[in-house]
C-alpha cells in the first residue's frame, strides 16, 4: 500500500524554526507535496519537490530524499500565524491523485 | 481569478436524506477531484474527472456517492441516503495537468445526524 507518515504534533515559539518530517512508502513515485490548512480550512499548497535536494521559498523550504523515500518541510523564523496543519502528499500510482499524510499540527507561541 | 469554490460551506442534514454539494474549479482546469477528510483522519481521495469523464473513482466508499461533472465545468457530488459515517469536510481540487499542482476549495462541512 501507500502510506505516508509525520509526527502529529510540533510546538515552537516564535522566530524559531522548525523541521517537520515525512517519510513515505509508495508504488511509483512523482514527488512530494506540501499543503498547510488553517482551522480546517482550505488546504494551500506549500511546495513541490520532484528532484532531490532543497527547494526555498521565502521563510518556507522543503526537501526530498528519493532514496531515503524522506523528505521535510523546514519553516524559518516563525510567526504566530503559521500555527496550522501540516500535509505531505504524494500522488498514487497512477498520478491521478494526492495521497496525504495524517498532518502536522504547528503550534506557535509567544 | 478565482480560486476552487464549493457550495455550501456548512450542510446538516438527517441520516437517510440527500445532499448534493457543488465544485466550481478554477477555470480552465480540466482536472477535478474530490477529497474527504473524516473526523480525526487524513484528507482521502474519492474520485478524478478529466473534463466530464470520470478518469478514477477508486476512493467512492459506495454506490450511495454519486459524482458528475456535466460539460467539464463545475461537478457535483450527491450522497443518497446519507449515512452518519458520511459525516466529514469533503473538499474539492483542481488542476491544469494531471500531475500538476492541485489547488484546494475551501470544503463543504457535512454534518450526519
Known amino acids: 500500500g501507500q502510506s505516508l507518515e509525520q509526527p502529529s504534533e510540533v510546538t515552537a515559539v516564535e522566530g524559531a524554526i522548525v523541521q517537520i518530517n515525512c517519510t513515505y512508502q509508495?508504488?511509483?513515485?512523482?514527488?512530494l507535496s506540501w499543503y498547510q490548512q488553517h482551522d480546517g480550512g482550505a488546504p494551500t499548497f506549500l511546495s513541490y519537490?520532484?528532484?532531490?535536494g532543497l527547494e526555498e521559498t521565502g521563510r518556507f523550504s522543503s526537501f526530498l530524499s528519493r532514496s531515503d523515500s524522506y523528505g521535510y518541510l523546514l519553516l524559518q523564523e516563525l510567526q504566530m500565524k503559521d500555527s496550522a496543519s501540516y500535509f505531505c502528499a504524494a500522488f498514487n500510482q497512477a498520478g491521478t491523485a494526492l495521497i496525504f499524510g495524517k498532518g502536522t499540527t504547528l503550534s506557535v507561541s509567544s | 481569478e478565482a480560486g476552487v469554490t464549493q457550495f455550501p460551506s456548512h450542510s446538516v442534514i438527517e441520516k437517510g436524506q440527500t445532499v448534493t454539494l457543488r465544485c466550481d474549479p478554477i477555470?480552465?482546469?480540466?482536472?477535478l477531484y474530490w477529497y474527504r477528510r473524516v473526523m480525526g483522519k487524513e484528507i482521502k481521495f474519492l474520485l478524478h474527472?478529466?473534463?466530464?469523464?470520470?478518469?478514477?473513482e477508486s476512493g467512492m466508499p459506495n454506490n450511495r456517492f454519486l459524482a458528475e461533472r456535466t460539460g467539464g465545468t463545475y461537478s457535483t457530488l450527491k450522497v443518497q441516503p446519507a449515512e452518519l459515517e458520511d459525516s466529514g469536510v469533503y473538499f474539492c481540487?483542481?488542476?491544469?495537468?494531471?500531475?500538476?499542482?492541485?489547488?484546494f476549495g475551501p470544503g463543504t462541512r457535512l454534518t450526519v445526524l
Open positions: 519537490n520532484a528532484l532531490d
Open positions: 474527472f478529466v473534463k466530464e469523464s470520470k478518469q478514477d
Open positions: 481540487a483542481s488542476s491544469q495537468g494531471e500531475t500538476d499542482t492541485q489547488y
Open positions: 509508495t508504488s511509483g513515485f512523482y514527488g
Open positions: 477555470s480552465g482546469h480540466d482536472n
